[in-house]
């Protein structure tokens, strides 16, 4: 390791796998919502409540670009008032696959994550108390 | 809203592995910076010339976050100037597993995800061009 880079800029960055994720499900908000539809369909209404901290104008964004991605599909019901339902497609199921295997590193490592922190929290606590360096 | 009565929220979104996931790599910057350090050591102007568009105040945020939660480690070199590398940790390292297979299903299904958006793009010109003008 510690191969240096060479000067030019590292286009590939720009162009990988990473940033057509990001381009994808670069808000969290997208990732919650297609959680919210794992097990089913989904109303608007439902979402609201199961997101939290999500706002109307923001879950109106997420479903717009999750479906113009082709990752979600409305299902509207013949009824007065007619009800819509928002489920996954298959494109969009399939992205549940790699999602699980973030998901369950996040919750096998979530407590070594706290302690990192805890202890950078507890050095930036000893530093304040003695003497404060200006940090660049 | 409520207009269903299974009305308590689901509380288990806000305590799921995603809010675990997303309070860690919540952040695209995160996820490109942590990128960046696949192949070794990067210094702090590597990151900068590397990752396009992020700006000096989002990569000290970003790279102080990762340190903070244990992903990443600073090696301070006795030179002078001193000399500052950035590496992933063991734990650092062991999140670049889950996020290659991310990677993967963005770089194998990206052309489905443009042929949707496309698609979805042609049908708003049209609703569009049936209904008003200048709206895109």
Same mark, same amino acid.
């Given at each position: 390791?510690?191969?240096?880079?060479?000067?030019?800029? @590292? +286009?590939? +960055?720009?162009?990988?796998?990473?940033? *057509? *994720?990001?381009?994808? +499900?670069?808000?969290? &908000?997208?990732?919650?919502?297609?959680?919210?539809?794992?097990?089913? @369909?989904?109303?608007?209404?439902?979402? %609201? =409540?199961?997101?939290?901290?999500?706002?109307?104008?923001?879950?109106?964004?997420? %479903?717009?670009?999750?479906? =113009?991605?082709?990752? %979600?599909?409305?299902?509207?019901?013949?009824?007065?008032?007619?009800?819509?339902?928002?489920?996954?497609?298959? $494109?969009?199921?399939? $992205? *549940?696959?790699? $999602?699980?295997?973030?998901?369950? &590193?996040?919750?096998?490592?979530?407590? $070594?994550?706290?302690?990192?922190?805890?202890?950078?929290?507890?050095?930036?606590? %000893?530093?304040?108390?003695?003497?404060?360096?200006?940090?660049?």
């Amino acid at each position: 390791m510690g191969k240096r880079k060479a000067a030019e800029p @590292d +286009i590939s +960055i720009a162009k990988c796998g990473y940033r *057509l *994720l990001l381009e994808i +499900i670069g808000s969290k &908000w997208a990732v919650l919502a297609i959680y919210a539809m794992e097990g089913g @369909d989904v109303r608007y209404g439902e979402f %609201l =409540r199961r997101i939290e901290g999500i706002s109307k104008k923001m879950l109106t964004q997420t %479903l717009w670009q999750l479906e =113009r991605d082709g990752l %979600l599909e409305r299902d509207i019901h013949d009824t007065v008032p007619p009800g819509v339902e928002y489920r996954l497609t298959p $494109l969009g199921r399939s $992205l *549940l696959v790699p $999602l699980r295997h973030m998901k369950s &590193w996040a919750i096998d490592h979530y407590p $070594l994550v706290r302690k990192a922190r805890d202890a950078f929290d507890q050095r930036a606590d %000893l530093v304040a108390g003695g003497e404060t360096e200006g940090q660049s």
